[in-house]
């Protein structure tokens, strides 16, 4: 594992991704540092202002301001901020249920298979949006609603992948082995399949990532997001969208930071998947 | 005019920086309506001539120099259209793995349709008349009801049978046949090549015949080339070929491949294995100098010459006087006392799956294994021998725990293993073991080969430390004949016969008392093979275990065990000390078994292949 | 054949029952635990205690909730979700309004969706091995990093406000009738003769159409490709070269009926997610399909009607599945005879 991650930091494709990565970690971890203004801060003076370098840009508002007078720069660092959060907490809540539940159904099969499998079947006749519109509207709007919708909706899409990774993994006569030595069924499925299964659960850990960036956004647009407060990419989205005539940098911005994140986050899951040799049709998505 | 020439066909691979070539300089002449065999253990650069033929080498590789003249036209420097419009047509392909070589979601009728169109036959009627004639000209009955069937409901076999007969529908000129029992069961081999050589004398065909099996080759083929490592060590008639073998290899692979009459002796054994393409570029002088029990410090020095034995017969070797000389020693298999009380006890063991049919069909169940007896006793090898599906696995499976039986009983040293308690499977995990089949999948791809061999090691609750676990490795690797650096190597690094060692070892960490050892070596070359036995008899010798040995070779078997179980469709048929079985075998399925073993002698007929 | 697939189609819509039982119950049971009162919030804020107290009793609100639950199903099964709390109308009958527009929307983009995917997976296969593959490869992580609503807003703001190619407010100019027979607006206009119509509604759907098939297509490309690579691996397309097929019988012949069968089993997740797409390119185009209308819903926690509009959705993609099991069924002939 370890040298397969060493011939991953070799992929071009990987390295890119990693620095688009690290560039959207340091502005969430250093916002409060390297934003030039307080996100909430309104300078009702002056509202809608185009960038600096625009004719009548303003010199201390690098990308102009938005209705209310706020600084765009600065919400789009703090925006990074929300939506790395996100990313990572929601991915990682996914990414446990997901992988636990798979592995007990791959690697026991029968009933127990069974019921998992219908258990992921009846969510996925959710539709991934429809869902967390629905939780949301049970769990109430804040950055912690938003994780834990997101981690609800999408431990489905661990658990289905890697299920079936697991049962590939199982037809190996070396698990059968294990058993044959000893091994207890925990010590088979952590010391025997696990290590097999982990290149595709981090793949599919970054595809995550990927996702529950654009499920905020997405929840943030409707309003049912991290809440008024915070500021949040979706959020930008929504407010720029009635003055997308006088001010279209304040659309396309937010527009940008959320792609170049998503981007960032596929980029990195598909260098992964090349140089960690990960069968992964499913899994495109 | 002859059918197929090859004039110092070269074809290289780019290694690196590098070209190795993968065939050096062959030469030969195929005439209408003969058979060639191309012989030698994989890596031989036998498949790599019937690639050329139709130019679809793999990446990498390239025709480098020479000529390959089909008719007397030169394939290498025909158009491409050209060679595409004789392939299909003139020239035609039987490959090795019938059921993948099939389109699956197309039907049979269909790809003959298909064929038969580019063929030239215009109107669609004619078309299916053409394909059930071919069909029934390949022996599978009712020919018009296969046409609308999918590839994957038909046996191996019959799939087969009409790519045979899909290969001469173009009254071909040459035919290549890569390996084309290989993936079938044994008893099928005598009829599809009955039907090769029938289809070959209707329509005056030549044939290139790629094989592994040296008495395959001698009862089939006009004319034979062992190949080694990319050259042609030896050519002639296949008869006096391998009665009278020239090349030190040809001699040495004969008396590797155990007998399946007269004496039982021990194997020759070859050291270490044919050289990749890799290890190729550092050999200087004859290839099979570093292997060669003849080798003089010439050998090393420049390629051999060809030299013709007789005016027919020649041989690359500078030693081929002295052939003759290499033999084995007669040994004598004393037979293992039988004891009174056996070790393993198997009594009216039954397997029954459940095959649900869905929501609504009522579930049936087929009878993998049916009231099956067997006793085995300590030090004692018993062979398990079957085709495929016939239940072997099973057993094996059954024995080590991986399944539960439906009924009957598994005595173990005078104790009850049959449930599957906690207290029986440690009881199993230390006196029986299992070794699987294939290495690549029983080797844990992550794990470096010490922590392969001593995974028993670390089992439960109790870790043995990391000195213990080393010197163990340290032992076990010894006792494989393995070189000690290998332990920190993975499953990846290592060819074929070794992996299957370590597969061994891994199961001899903890001296199990019971060995069950599944197909351990087949798909292995002769060779390796070879090595592979004769450090099984030497362990058992100094471990002394005993095994249960499944394998579908019977010369494997005839050479290993002293006691056969022959089991057909999930029951034991017959079984008994292997010299009684084999010489007088009584059940028709055993009797089949036997006569699908093409005979040692290569002036002997075998009736199954003459047979009209 | 027709047998086999109608007996399959019978038996999943019957797998999908207790499926979309499960999947109400826990709506019903998300939507129980909200911290709203549905009583309240159908009264005028004047509303006494006792009167809130009245409609509790008269909603069933204070029986338990199994019981509750099942009250609820009895009538979702005749056809009554209640009344929506914001609109005062019966939920299903505002749910039958919308519906036909999305599935005009989802449609068009599916066709979108299924053209581009399947054109540039072709694409993508014919450049292997050449110095455009790495590059179409990159783009096509980039265009598959762009989810629908970000299409959405990009068309909107170069087609809509930069170019003023194409309208993007609503489902048809408002100048114009509305003509309602099916509910599909496109048939509509042809049915009442009004090309005028016709033409309006069409201009409209581009964008929003657009946006959803060029959000969905890059996976079903991406797929294609590496379908296609796995099928050239195969023995049967090496056989068929040996047999002196040309390669574009080998594609149209051999690799692609097989490559069409993981194709389509992504293909059917992907339409499956697309159908709830339309929802947020709904609201960005101001589309008056039931995507609006959730939000809307949701915004309000009108819970008659998002209980409505939740269930519908699901059904959509219960049926969606089945078409695709279906299809997959028809192509695979491993699963259809034995």
């Known amino acids: 594992m370890a040298g397969s991650l060493a011939h991953a930091l070799r992929s071009p494709r990987v390295l890119l991704a990693l620095a688009m990565v690290l560039g959207l970690g340091v502005c969430a971890i250093f916002a409060g540092f390297i934003a030039p203004h307080d996100p909430g801060e309104q300078n009702l003076l002056s509202i809608l202002t185009p960038p600096a370098w625009a004719p009548d840009g303003d010199p201390s508002f690098l990308l102009g301001t938005d209705s209310l007078g706020r600084d765009v720069l600065s919400r789009l660092i703090y925006g990074a901020r929300t939506a790395m959060l996100v990313a990572v907490f929601a991915s990682f809540g996914a990414m446990i249920i997901g992988t636990i539940l798979a592995h007990i159904a791959g690697y026991f099969g029968g009933a127990v298979d069974w019921i998992i499998g219908r258990l992921v079947d009846v969510w996925m006749s959710f539709p991934p949006v429809i869902l967390s519109l629905i939780l949301m509207v049970g769990l109430g709007v804040g950055l912690d609603r938003v994780i834990l919708a997101i981690v609800l909706v999408d431990w489905t899409r661990f658990c289905r992948v890697l299920r079936s990774e697991v049962l590939i993994v199982r037809r190996h006569d070396y698990v059968a082995a294990a058993r044959l030595l000893g091994f207890s069924h925990w010590q088979t499925i952590v010391r025997e399949i696990l290590p097999a299964t982990l290149p595709l659960l981090i793949t599919l850990f970054s595809l995550e990532m990927a996702i529950a960036v654009v499920v905020e956004a997405i929840l943030s647009f409707v309003g049912l997001g991290v809440g ?15 003055y997308v005539y006088q001010s279209p940098w304040n659309l396309l911005l937010p527009i940008f930071a959320i792609f170049f994140a998503v981007a960032a986050f596929n980029l990195l899951g598909d260098g992964l998947r090349r140089t960690l040799d990960v069968r992964l049709a499913q899994a495109e998505r | 005019m002859l059918a197929l020439e090859a004039r110092d066909l070269t074809v290289s691979a780019r290694i690196g920086a590098a070209t190795v070539p993968a065939i050096r300089a062959l030469s030969f002449q195929l005439a209408p309506g003969k058979i060639l065999g191309l012989v030698g253990e994989s890596g031989a650069g036998k498949t790599m001539v019937g690639r050329a033929i139709a130019q679809l080498l793999p990446p990498g590789f390239a025709i480098t120099a020479g000529a390959l003249l089909f008719e007397g036209e030169d394939l290498l420097t025909m158009a491409p259209a050209r060679r595409r419009a004789l392939l299909g047509r003139a020239i035609a392909f039987i490959p090795q793995a019938p059921m993948t070589a099939l389109n699956p979601v197309l039907t049979i009728g269909a790809q ?57 529908a173009g009254n071909p000129r040459l035919v290549v046949a890569d390996e084309p029992t290989t993936a079938l069961d044994v008893t099928m081999h005598p009829p599809i090549l009955h039907l090769i050589a029938e289809m070959q004398r209707q329509h005056g065909t030549a044939v290139i015949f790629i094989t592994h099996d040296l008495r395959l080759a001698a009862q089939l083929c006009d004319d034979v080339i062992v190949m080694y490592a990319g050259r042609a060590v030896e050519s002639g008639p296949a008869r006096t070929v391998f009665a009278t073998p020239a090349h030190p290899y040809t001699r040495c692979l004969q008396l590797a491949n155990p007998a399946m009459s007269a004496e039982r002796r021990t194997l020759y054994v070859l050291p270490d294995q044919m050289p990749s393409l890799v290890q190729l570029q550092h050999i200087a002088g004859c290839h099979f100098a570093p292997r060669c029990p003849l080798v003089t410090a010439e050998c090393h020095r420049e390629e051999p010459p060809q030299v013709a034995v007789t005016a027919v017969h020649t041989v690359t070797c500078i030693r081929a006087a002295d052939t003759f000389g290499i ?97 029986n499977r440690t009881r199993r995990a230390a006196s029986l073991q299992m070794v699987f089949q294939d290495p690549q999948s029983a080797l844990n791809p992550r794990r470096p080969i010490a922590s392969i061999v001593t995974q028993a090691m670390e089992a439960g609750s109790r870790h043995a430390s990391a000195e213990d676990r080393l010197k163990r490795t340290k032992e076990l690797l010894a006792e494989m004949g393995m070189p000690a650096d290998i332990a920190a190597r993975l499953p990846g690094q290592l060819s074929g016969g070794q992996r299957q060692r370590i597969n061994i070892a891994r199961a001899l960490c903890r001296v199990p008392k019971v060995l069950i050892a599944d197909e351990i070596v087949s798909g292995l070359d002769v060779s390796i093979q070879a090595q592979l036995l004769s450090l099984l008899a030497r362990l058992r010798a100094e471990l002394g275990f005993a095994m249960l040995f499944i394998s579908h070779d019977l010369s494997v078997v005839r050479h290993l065990c002293s006691r056969v179980l022959v089991m057909y469709r999930g029951e034991i048929v017959e079984q008994g000390p292997v010299e009684e079985v084999f010489g007088n075998p009584q059940h028709p399925h055993t009797q089949a078994l036997l006569s699908s073993v093409p005979p040692d002698e290569p002036g002997a007929t075998w009736p199954l292949l003459r047979a009209n | ?87 005062g109308r019966e939920a299903g009958s505002l749910v039958a309004a919308t519906l036909p527009a999305t599935i005009q929307l989802a449609g068009a983009a599916m066709v979108l969706a299924a053209i581009f995917g399947l054109g540039g997976g072709l694409l993508l296969f014919h450049l292997r091995g050449t110095w455009f593959e790495a590059v179409t490869d990159i783009v096509s ?36 009738p509305q003509p309602h027979v099916t509910g599909f607006l496109l048939i509509d206009a042809l049915l009442v003769g009004r090309l005028d119509v016709f033409a309006s509604a069409f201009r409209h759907l581009i964008l929003p159409a657009l946006a959803l098939g060029l959000a969905f297509s890059p996976a079903i490309m991406r797929v294609l490709r590496s379908s296609l690579f796995d099928v050239y691996h195969e023995d049967y397309i090496q056989q068929a070269r040996l047999r002196g097929l040309s390669e574009r019988q080998i594609l149209l012949g051999h690799a692609l009926k097989n490559a069409a069968l993981p194709t389509l089993t992504l293909a059917g997740v992907q339409f499956g997610i697309l159908f709830s797409g339309t929802l947020l390119v709904e609201v960005i185009y101001s589309y008056p399909g039931m995507g609006n209308l959730m939000v809307d819903a949701v915004r309000n926690a009108d819970l008659p009607l998002i209980e409505a509009i939740g269930l519908t959705y699901c059904v959509a993609v219960l049926l969606i599945n089945t078409v695709v099991d279906s299809l997959y069924v028809v192509l695979n002939p491993k699963l259809r005879v034995r």
């Open chain 2, 327 to 423: 033999s084995t020693a007669g040994r004598s298999f004393g037979p293992p006392a039988l004891l009174e009380q056996p070790l393993l006890r198997v009594e009216n063991l039954s397997k029954h799956f459940a095959i649900s049919r869905g929501l609504f069909g009522a579930a049936r169940t087929v009878a993998a294994v049916n009231d099956v007896s067997f006793t085995i006793a300590e030090n004692e090898f018993v062979a398990l021998v079957g085709e495929s599906g016939s239940g072997k696995s099973t057993i094996a499976r059954l024995l080590v725990g991986l399944e539960q039986p439906s009924s009957g009983r598994i005595v173990f040293d005078g104790a009850d293993l049959t449930t599957p308690s906690l207290r």
């Open chain 2, 112 to 168: 003959f349709d298909e064929h038969l169109a580019r063929l030239g036959l215009k109107s669609r009627n004619a078309r299916r008349e053409r394909a059930i004639a071919m069909l029934t000209a390949a022996h599978l009955p009712r020919a018009e009801d296969l046409l609308t069937q999918y590839p994957h409901q038909l046996s191996g076999g019959m799939c087969q049978r009409a790519l045979i007969a899909l290969a001469f």
């Open chain 1, 228 to 242: 008024p407060n915070q500021a949040a990419w979706g959020q930008m989205i929504a407010d720029a969208r009635q």
């Open chain 3, 141 to 176: 992580i980039l265009l598959l990093s762009i989810p629908e609503f970000l299409w959405g807003l990009i068309l909107l703001f170069v087609f809509g406000v930069a170019l003023h190619a194409l309208p993007f407010t609503g489902a048809v100019s408002p100048n114009l």
């Open chain 3, 1 to 87: 054949m027709l047998v086999i697939v109608a007996k399959l189609v019978a038996r999943r819509l019957l797998a999908a029952v207790p499926i979309l039982l499960v999947v109400s119950a826990l709506l019903f049971c998300v939507l129980r635990l909200l911290p709203v009162d549905p009583a309240a919030m159908s009264l005028p804020t004047t509303a006494t205690i006792a009167e809130i107290e009245a409609k509790r009793r008269e909603m069933g609100l204070d029986r338990p909730l199994p019981e509750q639950y099942l009250i609820w199903l009895s009538d979702a099964l005749h056809g009554n979700f209640g009344r929506s709390i914001q609109f």
